[in-house]
């Protein structure tokens, strides 16, 4: 079965990239930038991205490249033991992220409509939360289906489905090509239009302010390792699948480095738009931007929608925002299909076309619990267990393979070999080391929260019902699929190392 491969080198970046930039680019980093000392933030953001996210992401490329297939595939190649671990971090994104994932997106494209006539009205908070969302009060008074958000949902899904079902050269690489550069496009025209806004330097000042008293405290510096790890997409099992579809001579490390300068650069200069309009939004109500500024969903779907009612044009400018997170939000969404559709493929040498069909109509249908009255809750509590816990163990997990139970010098070889940036001892140090211990501290500190008290406030049945069991029964479903024996020769083959 011969593997399908990029047709352009600028084609795998584009959809690596469009992998990596998500809809926590353009409200999350904003917020925590904010929050975390402004400008200062750049400091332990940058330092997180050289020691740890880079590292991290050529490991995954060199994984793929080298050992040529998806991640459980690949590990099999690396020990023939640990081809769990490739299943258990496809199978937790495939039926844990992107079923969620998926949702706000489609709450992205309501929202799109919404904005041509401001359909949320003079109070945007009771708007998204009584009337959109119809939120119930526990997770356990799950309530009726939301049929907007349940339509919304249709049309994502069948993005998706028809992106992948196409794939890589005539799906993935060319939607990539078309979604990428529309979306910097459609970005910059925010960002000029917002920094006009009368109040904007206001904003731009409490974005960018340096506050190096707050590097001082430790959780800055975690955070900015966490914000680096999941922006970039690691541990997805997504960089290894995209890095195995390269031909032979590939510059793995300037694919690295281009990708997570890419999805950086393009955080930082999101919430310049974020910035200017809440500057905007606190001069026209003469409040402190402090009082206008809300985390996460809070800030696209409340705070946003409020400006836009403000502003000139707001109707315009709103539909091209929320029109830029559902372009952000697919061109991930996809990448984690393809990462769950290439491992089925190189296990069992299914047909693409049948196989995506499927998985896509088993995905739309899991879905659907994050679109009734407590999806809201839900997503909070499962988004909160697959990155605190999944996505890290996958890293540490990543890490101690390539660096404890396989010959790292193989791939540092390999990529050496390919690449115009050469990898010395210093990266296999912070494969092997440090790595680890910065993703271990997260770890510990995340379980050590849990234990004080349950997550969000909710009661402990919910989170070991949800949380927790959705952990276990991922973690079950790998070990079972990895049992199952292979269908296609691939595993016997080694790698190009």
């Known amino acids: 079965m011969k593997r399908e491969q990029w047709r352009s080198q600028i084609g795998f970046l584009l959809a690596?990239?469009?992998?990596?930039?998500?809809?926590?680019?353009?409200?999350?980093?904003?917020?925590?930038?904010?929050?975390?000392?402004?400008?200062?933030?750049?400091?332990?953001?940058?330092?997180?991205?050289?020691?740890?996210?880079?590292?991290?992401?050529?490991?995954?490329?060199?994984?793929?490249?080298?050992?040529?297939?998806?991640?459980?595939?690949a590990y099999k190649k690396i020990h023939r033991n640990w081809e769990w671990l490739g299943w258990w971090a496809v199978i937790f994104v495939m039926f844990g992220i992107v079923l969620y994932y998926t949702v706000i997106i489609a709450w992205c494209l309501n929202y799109f409509l919404l904005s041509f006539n401001l359909g949320w009205g003079g109070d945007p908070n009771s708007f998204f939360f009584q009337k959109f969302l119809s939120m119930s009060k526990s997770p356990a008074q799950i309530g009726e289906i939301r049929t907007p958000i349940l339509f919304s949902l249709i049309v994502i899904w069948f993005i998706n489905w028809v992106i992948v079902f196409r794939g890589v050269q005539k799906g993935l690489e060319l939607a990539n090509k078309i979604f990428m550069p529309l979306l910097f496009v459609l970005t910059a025209v925010l960002v000029f239009w917002a920094l006009s806004l009368d109040g904007a330097a206001q904003g731009i000042k409490a974005y960018?302010?340096?506050?190096?008293?707050?590097?001082?405290?430790?959780?800055?510096?975690?955070?900015?390792?966490?914000?680096?790890?999941?922006?970039?997409?690691?541990?997805?099992?997504?960089?290894?699948?995209?890095?195995?579809?390269?031909?032979?001579?590939?510059?793995?490390?300037?694919?690295?480095?281009?990708?997570?300068?890419?999805?950086?650069?393009?955080?930082?200069?999101?919430?310049?738009?974020?910035?200017?309009?809440?500057?905007?939004?606190?001069?026209?109500?003469?409040?402190?931007?402090?009082?206008?500024?809300?985390?996460?969903?809070?800030?696209?779907?409340?705070?946003?929608?409020?400006?836009?009612?403000?502003?000139?044009?707001?109707?315009?400018?709103?539909?091209?925002?929320?029109?830029?997170?559902?372009?952000?939000?697919?061109?991930?969404?996809?990448?984690?299909?393809?990462?769950?559709?290439?491992?089925?493929?190189?296990?069992?040498?299914?047909?693409?076309?049948?196989?995506?069909?499927?998985?896509?109509?088993?995905?739309?249908?899991?879905?659907?619990?994050?679109?009734?009255?407590?999806?809201?809750?839900?997503?909070?509590?499962?988004?909160?267990?697959?990155?605190?816990?999944?996505?890290?163990?996958?890293?540490?997990?990543?890490?101690?393979?390539?660096?404890?139970?396989?010959?790292?010098?193989?791939?540092?070889?390999?990529?050496?070999?390919?690449?115009?940036?050469?990898?010395?001892?210093?990266w296999v140090m912070l494969i092997r080391f440090f790595v680890p211990l910065v993703l271990g501290i997260m770890l510990v500190g995340a379980l050590y929260n849990e234990v004080q008290k349950p997550y969000g406030g909710y009661g402990w049945a919910a989170i070991a019902l949800i949380g927790v069991n959705w952990i276990i029964l991922t973690i079950l479903a790998a070990v079972v699929v990895a049992m199952r024996p292979w269908r296609t020769e691939l595993h016997k083959k080694g790698g190009r190392g």
Request: hydrophobic content about 50%; aromatic content about 14%.
């Open 208 to 426: 960018l302010r340096p506050d190096f008293k707050k590097l001082a405290n430790p959780k800055v510096w975690i955070d900015a390792y966490s914000q680096i790890f999941f922006t970039l997409s690691l541990g997805f099992g997504i960089m290894i699948a995209y890095a195995s579809y390269l031909p032979e001579k590939s510059n793995i490390t300037r694919n690295a480095y281009l990708t997570a300068f890419i999805n950086c650069g393009y955080s930082l200069f999101a919430g310049f738009a974020v910035f200017s309009v809440l500057g905007f939004m606190a001069k026209a109500e003469g409040k402190a931007l402090s009082e206008v500024v809300t985390q996460s969903i809070g800030l696209a779907f409340v705070a946003y929608p409020k400006a836009l009612s403000m502003m000139p044009g707001g109707n315009l400018f709103g539909a091209i925002f929320f029109f830029c997170l559902v372009v952000a939000g697919i061109s991930s969404s996809v990448s984690i299909i393809e990462a769950f559709t290439s491992a089925l493929i190189d296990k069992f040498g299914m047909n693409r076309k049948s196989l995506v069909s499927v998985i896509s109509i088993l995905g739309f249908v899991g879905s659907i619990i994050f679109t009734t009255q407590a999806g809201l809750l839900w997503l909070d509590i499962v988004d909160h267990f697959i990155t605190n816990y999944g996505l890290v163990v996958v890293g540490i997990a990543e890490c101690v393979l390539a660096g404890w139970l396989f010959d790292i010098a193989i791939l540092q070889r390999h990529v050496n070999k390919v690449s115009s940036i050469k990898l010395g001892k210093g």
């Open 16 to 73: 690596a990239v469009g992998s990596a930039i998500g809809l926590g680019n353009i409200w999350r980093f904003s917020y925590m930038a904010y929050s975390y000392g402004g400008g200062a933030f750049l400091i332990p953001y940058l330092t997180a991205l050289f020691t740890a996210g880079i590292p991290l992401m050529i490991l995954e490329f060199a994984i793929g490249h080298e050992r040529i297939g998806s991640a459980p595939l």
